[in-house]
Structure formats: C-alpha cells, structure tokens
C-alpha cells in the first residue's frame, strides 16, 4: 500500500502487496443536511441547509443522499444540488422508500422514473443503494421481486443492502455476483435475525460499507434518534480497519463507505477517524 498525494479528502490508494491492482477507498456519512450538526459543531453556527454540502466537501469526497429515500429522483433538482456541489464529491444515491419499504402497485413505473431523474449524477453516480426491510425474508415471492426489480435497474450500478439473515447464503452471494451487483457490508448489533457483518464482495468493481453503530439497546427500541445514536471507539474502527478492509479492498477496485450514526455529528466524526486510521494503515504499507 502507498499514499497518493492527489487525492480528495477523505480518501486513499489501497495498493496491492503483491501485484498491480489498486483499491480506491473513499469514506463518508449517509446524509448531510442535519441541523443538529451545527448544534455539534461539524458544521460553523448559523450554517443553512443550503450551504451544507459545500461545507461537507471540505472534509469529505463521498456522500450518500438521504433525499431520493424520501422523494422521487428528480433531474431538475439533483441538477441544482451539482451545480452547487464541490466538483470532487461522488454519490450513492438510495432507492425511493415506494419501492422496497411501502411498496405500490405502480413500483415498476416508479423505477423507470427514478432511473431518469438520477441520471442527472451522469458519472458522479458512484451507486444506487436499495435498502431492504429487516421483514424482507428470503421468500419465494421476495426473491422473485428483488430479482424482477434488478431487472429494471439492469446497466445502473446497485448495491443491495439486506437487513434480514436469511439472505446471507452462497446462492444469493453468487447471483448478485452473476448480475455485478455490489452486496452492502453492514456494521450493526450483533442481533439475532439480523444480516451479519460480511466481509463478501460480488462486485469488484466497488464494495460498499455502511456504519449503523452498534447500540443494541436503541436498535431494540426503534426510535431512529436512539437507534443510529452510537460513537464508534478508535480501537473498534482500528480492528475492522485491520481485518475487513483489507479483505474488501484486496478484491475491489473502489470502495465507499458511510456512517449512519448521525446523532449529534458522530457519523462525520466516526467518518474522519476512520480515514485517518485507513491514511495510517497506507503509510505504514507504503
């Protein structure tokens, strides 16, 4: 591994011990515009919404949009949200909540939709996420609509995220790898039911990570400010920095990851560390 003095912030060159191959490893938060965090102080006093992603783009060159979970994909605003954008900052984009989590009738419709307002990101899509609900078990029918929907986003770059253990088998390893699907490695209490933490990849040519924290006791309880209220200790993001990020980045050829745990700015601040560690881990490769 070498650094790479070219790079954005919040990013690093991952290179390979023994051959040419190389591993673009960027790091970010699943979402921006949170008022709390001028509260927390990651983002100046008195900051707006609308001034948060340039400010974002400081410290970071990838974010998850929280924005087309909730609303359609539309060309004309994401094609502002561009315009105002650093150049340097890369996307993953999530799948409309209609389409996986309060399903309607008309989803097909709603995808071929949502396909045409997200190519506005043109290349600086670096993903789709399609989230799944921890109800969403390895069911005949379930099976058939996830395969049926990868079929609508055939030629986007996907990443599916499970919530639901009954996913986590070879067979669906090995289909999401023939559709060059990226399968989502989660961080998340050891729960049963749960999807486990993975170091699989599907897709070399991106492995995807999201954060949830760890707090048992607020993922049981189902509040989202106590669910995803969790701060990661260096030695807890040292070790994965250790041993899973070598795994994925050995066998990808780019990488993003996300922290979830926004409460009180703890993903931006789990986020740096994190890539600080990574930046260490390069240098004493390089």
Partial sequence: MRKDRTLGPATALIRGEQSESSCLVMTGTSGYSYLEWVDS????????????????GRSFSVVELNYTWYQMA???????????????????????????????EDWREQVQRYRQGIGALGKRLAA???????????????????????????????????????????????????????LVSVDEPDLPGLFPRLDVVTNPALFYVRFHGRNEKGWKNGNMQKKF????????????????????????????IFFNNHVRAQAPRNALLLDSLIRKKVGRSG
């Fill in 229 to 256: 209220d969790y701060d990661y200790s260096e030695q807890e993001l040292h070790q994965w920095c250790e041993h899973e990020l070598g795994s994925l980045s050995s066998r990808s050829r780019r990488g993003i």
């Fill in 41 to 56: 102080g990651f983002y100046p006093p008195g900051t707006r919404s609308a001034a948060m992603l340039s400010l974002y």
């Fill in 128 to 182: 789709i996420l399609v989230q799944l609900p921890p109800d969403f078990d390895r069911t005949v029918s379930n099976r058939h609509f996830l395969a049926e929907l990868l079929d609508y986003l055939q030629g986007m770059p996907v990443a599916v995220e499970f919530r639901h253990a009954s996913w986590a088998v070879d067979t669906v390893f090995a289909e999401l790898e023939r559709r060059q699907v990226t």
């Fill in 74 to 104: 539309r060309s004309d605003v994401l094609a502002r949200m561009l315009a105002a954008a650093p150049a340097h900052i890369v996307f993953a984009a999530k799948l409309t909540r209609t389409v996986t989590h309060e399903r309607e």
